[in-house]
């Protein structure tokens, strides 16, 4: 390009008002393009702001399963008091006939995606061109670090995607052998059968909240039933947001297979353990499990790819782990921003008819109350988790003031569809595995 040229482009930052509009009437004719588009876009995707309030409406209302048309969307706009920020009804009713399909809708995403890019290009741009004309920025390595960091979202822009071990099991055969191994169950399975009795498994159409205190399990027993799960032959979808597939994949085949997982990463075991080891890796992945490598995840794009996973491949379960690493609207306080994402979650449960297991925190334990046990007041940021969960139960662990042992422990605390009640049992650390106590089972 000339030096001319380059003078006479436009400042104006790139946009495509008409693509937002038409994505935007593509939503109210079909809001399953919601699945399609979520992935690609999001609120702050829009230029045109009364478009973004527009589209955070329409995410909201979709992960409510509420109706995505003129009607519904105006009455949301008007509970939020946006209505008239974005136009009013007139507004609605434009874009609302902006396109007559909803064909396209993918491609108006593409085009909002390119120009938000470039947008993001531009600013990146600037806020470079500042450290050659600040003669504070002296140190050329600190200069060339800072701008690697700044650099580093635009060649991570495209959407994360799930990585999915194949070998899917058969439908039939997966709900033959559970019901044999648990004649009475409703659900799926979980480890523990003191749990199943309680819960009657992980049932279809329920939000089930696992929580406890920082390194105390959480993600192990998700784990645990993960493998569980897919064991028996049912495609299971797991969110990881707080550790990389390779890290679950690791975790998973010591559990399995017995062995120390710190020994394995700092390459302490024998070669005959090693070989175990890689081989336990290798059956877990022709395993149904979809493992959904995410990072900055938002509830949107767990719903989206659960949703796909749903729809593709038969998943009968879906795992969230965890829900306080979530990436949540910035325009909402953090009790509302995980409200709003459990919300969208029971929809999940609710629209697909499958169990959600979703790991949660606790407060960290206060010294002065270190003998009692985590009651429903102790979800963190706990917003609507109780509420919109059908179960709550918590992993506890504390040291025997006698013996000195460590004591690990599982607690119902809510249950709209049976008893609560709690249990203790046996955990391995070096394995991450929970074990039932005999006299319990």
Avoid: W
Avoid at 82 to 111: C, F, M, Q, W
Avoid at 384 to 401: G, K, M, S
């Amino acid at each position: 390009m000339s030096s001319s040229k380059r003078d006479t482009v436009s400042m104006t930052p790139p946009h495509d008002t008409d693509a937002e509009r038409a994505l935007l009437g593509s939503i109210m004719l079909d809001p399953k393009v919601m699945d399609t588009v979520a992935d690609l876009v999001h609120a702050d995707s829009f230029y045109r702001k009364s478009h973004s309030t527009i589209y955070l409406s329409m995410a909201l209302m979709y992960a409510k399963s509420i109706p995505i048309d003129l009607v519904s969307l105006k009455d949301h706009l008007t509970t939020t008091g946006d209505l008239d920020a974005v136009g009013g009804t007139a507004y609605l009713l434009e874009i609302a006939s902006a396109v007559p399909t909803s064909h396209n809708a993918k491609r108006y995403a593409e085009i909002i995606t390119r120009a938000t890019l470039l947008r993001q290009v531009a600013k990146t741009g600037s806020e470079i061109a500042r450290y050659g004309y600040d003669p504070a920025h002296t140190e050329v390595d600190a200069i060339l670090s800072d701008i690697e960091s700044m650099l580093t979202p635009l060649h991570s822009h495209s959407p994360d995607t799930i990585a999915t071990l194949p070998e899917e099991a058969d439908k039939l055969y997966a709900t033959l052998y559970r019901q044999h191994e648990n004649p009475s169950l409703l659900g799926l399975p979980t480890t523990l059968t003191p749990l199943n009795n309680m819960l009657d498994g992980l049932v279809p159409g329920r939000l089930i909240i696992c929580a406890a205190r920082p390194s105390v399990g959480k993600s192990a027993f998700l784990e645990n039933v993960t493998l569980h799960v897919a064991e028996t032959g049912t495609p299971v979808y797991l969110a990881c947001i707080e550790q990389t597939v390779q890290d679950v994949l690791l975790r998973m085949a010591c559990s399995k297979a017995l062995y120390d997982s710190h020994k394995a990463k700092q390459g302490l075991l024998l070669p005959h353990e090693l070989t175990e080891l890689m081989d336990t890796i290798y059956d877990i992945t022709k395993l149904p499990i979809i493992f959904d490598d995410l990072y900055n995840a938002t509830p949107d794009r767990i719903m989206s790819h659960a949703s796909r996973a749903i729809r593709r491949d038969n998943v009968g379960l879906v795992l969230i782990d965890h829900l306080h690493i979530l990436t949540l609207d910035a325009r909402l306080n953090r009790n509302d921003g995980l409200g709003e994402a459990t919300k969208a979650f029971k929809g999940l449960a609710k629209q697909h008819d499958v169990p959600v297991l979703a790991a949660s925190q606790l407060r960290r334990a206060d010294p002065k109350a270190s003998s009692r046990e985590p009651d429903l007041q102790d979800l963190r940021d706990s917003g609507n988790i109780e509420q919109d969960a059908d179960q709550v139960f918590f992993i506890d662990r504390r040291t025997d003031p006698e013996t000195g042992r460590i004591i690990h422990k599982f607690i119902c605390a809510k249950n709209r569809h049976g008893p609560i009640g709690e249990f203790p049992v046996d955990y391995s650390g070096p394995h991450t595995r929970f074990y039932q106590i005999a006299q319990y089972t």
